[in-house]
């Protein structure tokens, strides 16, 4: 059950693209299409940004896009915007009813 | 409104116990599997556990298997997390979970345990 890979970082300006990878294994990312993506802004809970790899749960904007190749997955955020700035975490499925987080990854605006 | 709200938290000697609660309210809670997920300070989400609808199954990280231990009361819409043996890695924010990763994720605001002499 070890972490998925994430940047530490990121950064963009307003208006430009920012994309975050994550990486695992066969066991997790690889082996199953239940990626999701977290956004967490500062002294507040997580807030579910995408799931099974590229859905968007009802009232996120369309900026944020998610795809999946092999044991990587990587979010989107197209057209930043200030409140894009937060830690953003993905987590995966990992079998026999487990999940596993990434590290996670601040996104900064510029 | 969707509610999930954690109570139990607080500070606890290294080797001591704690029961985290999570009240559920808004939706239907025995339709839902539940989860807790824990964050340490000034790190990352950690997954901890998770229960399905009736409780009858649940499933631990490596981390707190065989010390922690989920269940739930469907009749009284809560969701629990006994926590036995606690060390200090175990200080975290501990979040309850509504469907972890799906369509209808839900999140509570969280109970600060701290494990400490």
């Known amino acids: 059950q070890s972490a998925l890979t994430q940047p530490p970082s990121a950064s963009g300006s307003p208006g430009q693209s920012v994309t975050i990878s994550c990486t695992g294994t066969?066991?997790?990312?690889?082996?199953?299409?239940?990626v999701s993506w977290y956004q967490q802004h500062p002294g507040k809970a997580p807030k579910l940004m995408l799931y099974e790899v590229s859905k968007r749960p009802s009232g996120v904007p369309d900026r944020f896009s998610g795809s999946k190749s092999g044991n990587t997955a990587s979010l989107t955020v197209s057209g930043l915007q200030a409140e894009d700035e937060a830690d953003y975490y993905c987590t995966s499925y990992a079998g026999s009813n487990n999940y596993v987080f990434g590290i996670g990854t601040k996104v900064t605006v510029l | 409104e969707v509610q999930l709200v954690e109570s139990g938290g607080g500070l606890v000697q290294p080797g001591g116990s704690l029961r985290l609660s999570c009240a559920a309210s808004g939706f239907t809670f025995s339709k839902y599997w539940m989860h807790w997920v824990r964050q340490a300070p000034e790190k990352g989400l950690v997954w901890v556990s998770r229960t399905n609808i009736d409780g009858s199954s649940s499933s631990y990280a490596d981390s707190v298997k065989g010390r922690f231990t989920i269940s739930r009361d469907n009749a009284k819409n809560t969701l629990f997390l006994q926590m036995n043996s606690l060390r200090a890695e175990d200080t975290a924010v501990y979040y309850c979970?509504?469907?972890?990763?799906?369509?209808?994720?839900?999140w509570g605001q969280g109970t600060l345990v701290t494990v400490s002499s």
């Open positions: 066969s066991s997790d990312v690889g082996g199953y299409n239940y």
């Open positions: 979970a509504r469907d972890l990763c799906g369509p209808e994720d839900r």
